[in-house]
């Protein structure tokens, strides 16, 4: 069953730049996450100002959970921020 106050909160917090995707995984809601990809969301459109990918944030906040989602889904686990920091 979706955490149905973890979507709202994704649909109101990717209003500032960040794509619905990037902010599920930034947050580890992990069934956000899996319902955005098997929607079709871009894995690998990155969060505006550090170019990190939705992998690259999961990565960062220990997600390892929403990584494996990602990384089974296809998502480029060898992607770089803007800093060329990977995970």
């Given at each position: 069953q979706m955490d149905i106050a973890a979507v709202h909160m994704v649909q109101q917090t990717a209003g500032s730049g960040d794509q619905d995707l990037g902010v599920a995984a930034k947050c580890?809601?992990?069934?956000?996450?899996?319902?955005?990809?098997?929607?079709?969301?871009?894995?690998?459109?990155?969060?505006?100002?550090?170019?990190?990918?939705?992998?690259?944030?999961?990565?960062?906040?220990?997600?390892?959970?929403?990584?494996n989602v990602l990384e089974g889904a296809g998502a480029n686990i060898f992607a770089r921020d803007f800093r060329g920091r990977a995970s």
């Open positions: 580890g809601h992990l069934d956000c996450v899996k319902a955005l990809v098997e929607s079709g969301a871009d894995m690998e459109l990155a969060i505006t100002l550090t170019r990190m990918t939705p992998y690259l944030v999961a990565s960062k906040y220990g997600y390892r959970d929403v990584c």
